[in-house]
């Protein structure tokens, strides 16, 4: 799996990449100030692109700093072949993402060998 775009220079926002099991990632997206109506998740094909638009509620408020931005972002990631997303969850500020990577089914094949001519092929399960 392969962060393909990033949409500003600083990488925004950081993100971890984790291993949970043998057939298991999460990707997981310090998001804090943001809400769940706040973010979106979208597969599309093998990219899984996650956005962030926070509405602003500065108005009728005085800053007398303002250290906090409320910034747009995208992050998306190509997905390798046969990754299936199985599900987010937002918990203290950090979005994860977990993935699943199934194993192939191992299929057996048996060559008959046979005196002359052309080998012949079955498929056994």
Not at 76 to 98: M, P, R
């Amino acid at each position: 799996m392969l962060d393909r775009v990033q949409k500003n220079a600083e990488g925004y926002p950081p993100y971890n990449i984790e291993q949970t099991a043998a057939e298991r990632l999460r990707i997981t997206l310090a998001v804090a100030g943001f809400s769940m109506e706040d973010l979106q998740i979208t597969q599309e094909d093998n990219q899984l692109v996650i956005r962030g638009r926070q509405k602003d509620e500065g108005e009728g408020r005085i800053f007398l700093h303002r250290g906090i931005a409320s910034r747009q972002f995208q992050r998306a990631f190509v997905l390798a072949e046969g990754i299936e997303v199985e599900g987010a969850w937002l918990d203290n500020g950090l979005l994860h993402v977990d993935l699943r990577r199934p194993q192939p089914e191992t299929r057996v094949r048996t060559i008959r060998i046979n005196g002359a001519g052309r080998p012949v092929v079955s498929d056994q399960d």
